[in-house]
Nanobody
Framework: QVQVVESGGGLVQPGGSLRVSCAAS????????SSWYRQAPGNERELVAT???????TYGDSVKGRFTISRDNAKNTVYLQMDNLKPEDTALYYC???????????????WGQGTQVTVSS
């Protein structure tokens, strides 16, 4: 019954900024690990950023220094702040949440529906 909803995509100019959100709904949700992926037509899916439950983050080389992943535990929401956007950042962005429900030991994967980010002048 967990639902993951993405929002915040859109059209921005090169050099602009955008923040996409990934919100998990449902009771007794615990997000253990979060990731952002992106995929452009004809390209393979690319891991963009991750954030662990303790706050440790990783970034793909192509976005390092420009993107920031963060989490608001109270809102069960993960964010990806994208600065200095480039045309090659254009892609469909997906979040992946590893969520543990109350009463469960193991986490399960939940994908967002994807949000389109287009960088063009």
């Amino acid at each position: 019954q967990v639902q993951v909803v993405e929002s915040g995509g859109g059209l921005v100019q090169p050099g602009g900024s955008l923040r996409v959100s990934c919100a998990a709904s449902g009771r007794s949700v615990s997000i253990n690990f979060s990731s952002w992926y992106r995929q452009a037509p004809g390209n393979e899916r690319e891991l963009v950023a991750t954030i662990a439950s303790g706050g440790d983050t990783t970034y793909g080389d192509s976005v390092k220094g420009r993107f920031t992943i963060s989490r608001d535990n109270a809102k069960n929401t993960v964010y990806l702040q994208m600065d200095n956007l480039k045309p090659e950042d254009t892609a469909l962005y997906y979040c992946l949440l590893k969520i543990r429900r109350a009463g469960s030991i193991m986490s399960r994967d939940y994908w967002g529906q994807g949000t389109q980010v287009t960088v063009s002048s």
